[in-house]
């Protein structure tokens, strides 16, 4: 089956603008995480749903960053007046349920410039 | 800061040989996970160990886990040049049920 897609795969935006980043999990899987990368560093956990609900967003470093999963399924990550430090890879995981193994989509690189 | 730490932060090893990974951690942990990276973009998850195992295998990979002294090992044995990759091993804390926290990883090359 199909294994966790991120789009886009790369996005340049400018200071100030707002993106939004995409991701499909597989399909039957109940939790998703958000992860942000920077180069050299291992990932840094953003959020985490259960379902439709944000189970834990502790990660999400400040109120210009807010992630959605209206039907439990595809999940948004949203970034208002992005700033030149948000340029990192975003990854997307899903596991079937949380404290089990988490397939990574291939990441969004964020480039602000 | 990062819940895991990994060492060596970089390891270098001809093929054929053997590559020893390790991780500490600092809080009382639910599961330990260990993922590979290649190219800077997606993790491919490799072993899960929760917090009541001490040992497990999977093809050549080898992982431990001793809770006593909060950290683990994974051991690649016969390595080969597509072994070359980041390792990072990923906390899941007994009190944030989903909330995984990884190392900055090891790099490792396997020289053909």
């Known amino acids: 089956g199909a294994g966790v897609s991120q789009t886009p795969s790369n996005k340049v935006t400018e200071k100030g603008k707002y993106v939004e980043l995409r991701c499909d999990p597989i399909?039957?899987?109940?939790?998703l995480y958000w992860y942000r990368q920077s180069l050299g560093q291992g990932p840094e956990f953003l959020i985490y749903?259960?379902?439709?609900?944000?189970?834990?967003d502790s990660g999400l470093p400040n109120d210009r960053f807010f992630a959605v999963r209206p039907e439990g399924s595809v999940s948004t990550l949203k970034i208002q007046r992005t700033e030149r430090g948000d340029s990192a890879v975003y990854l997307c995981?899903?596991?079937?349920?949380?404290?089990?193994?988490?397939?990574f989509g291939p990441g969004t690189r964020l480039t602000v410039l | 800061s990062q819940q895991g730490e990994e060492d060596p932060q970089a390891l270098s090893i001809q093929e054929g040989e053997n590559a020893t990974m390790n991780c500490s951690y600092k809080?009382?942990?639910?599961?330990l996970q260990w993922y590979r990276q290649n190219s800077g973009r997606g993790l491919v998850h490799l072993i899960l160990?929760?917090?009541?195992?001490r040992e497990k295998h999977s093809g050549r990979l080898r992982v431990t886990l001793d809770t006593s002294k909060k950290s683990s090992s994974l051991l690649i044995t016969a390595s080969r040049a597509a072994d070359t990759a980041s390792y990072f091993c990923?906390?899941?804390?007994?009190?944030?049920?989903?909330?995984?926290?990884f190392g900055d990883g090891t790099t490792l090359t396997v020289k053909p």
């Open positions: 995981a899903s596991s079937i349920r949380a404290r089990n193994e988490q397939f």
């Open positions: 399909s039957g899987h109940t939790a």
């Open positions: 749903f259960q379902g439709t609900g944000a189970a834990d």
């Open positions: 809080t009382s942990i639910n599961n």
């Open positions: 160990i929760r917090s009541n195992e």
């Open positions: 990923a906390t899941d804390a007994d009190t944030n049920a989903g909330k995984s926290t």
